[in-house]
């Protein structure tokens, strides 16, 4: 099944778990999902990636995502915190996240809600489950949905 890339930013995924991670990769590229994936380990990397700070400075355009999947429990800085810097910035806050982890605690379904998440998505432990949900979420939050693009202008250093 070959997709046809839209002409917006990459999907972001934020996850620190190697093992999730080389699987949602596998999964990606077997559905020859054509929107680049871009990595972050971190939450601290997330917000740097998103607005082009530190390493990714010289983020060619500073395209925003198409999405990011983002998972609750990473270090620096927690996926809660990301969420709440993203939605909060008005240069972020039109991107679509959704947080793809393996947290079933309510305290952190209602708060990724309240916080303005677009949806939450437990990481399934089946094998199967887990790449269906990865194909799921990058066709629907890469393809079908529509959301503003644009470029984010970083701010002036003063």
């Known amino acids: 099944m070959d997709i046809k890339k839209k002409p917006l930013g990459s999907i972001l995924l934020a996850e620190d778990n190697e093992n999730d991670l080389e699987l949602a990769l596998a999964t990606f590229e077997s559905f020859h999902l054509a929107n680049e994936i871009d990595v972050v380990r971190d939450g601290a990397e997330a917000m740097d990636y998103l607005l082009c700070k530190g390493n990714y400075e010289h983020r060619i355009g500073c395209v925003p995502p198409a999405v990011i999947l983002l998972d609750i429990k990473m270090p620096k800085v927690d996926g809660l915190q990301v969420l709440e810097a993203i939605k909060s910035n008005p240069l972020l806050k039109n991107i679509p996240v959704v947080m793809f ?25 089946d094998f199967d489950q887990f790449t269906n949900a990865i194909r799921q979420l990058g066709i629907f939050w890469a393809l079908i949905n529509e959301s503003p693009g644009g470029v984010i202008q970083a701010e002036e250093s003063k």
């Open 101 to 125: 982890t393996s947290s079933r605690q309510e305290r952190d379904v209602v708060q990724s809600y309240d916080l303005g998440v677009n949806a939450y998505v437990v990481k399934p432990v």
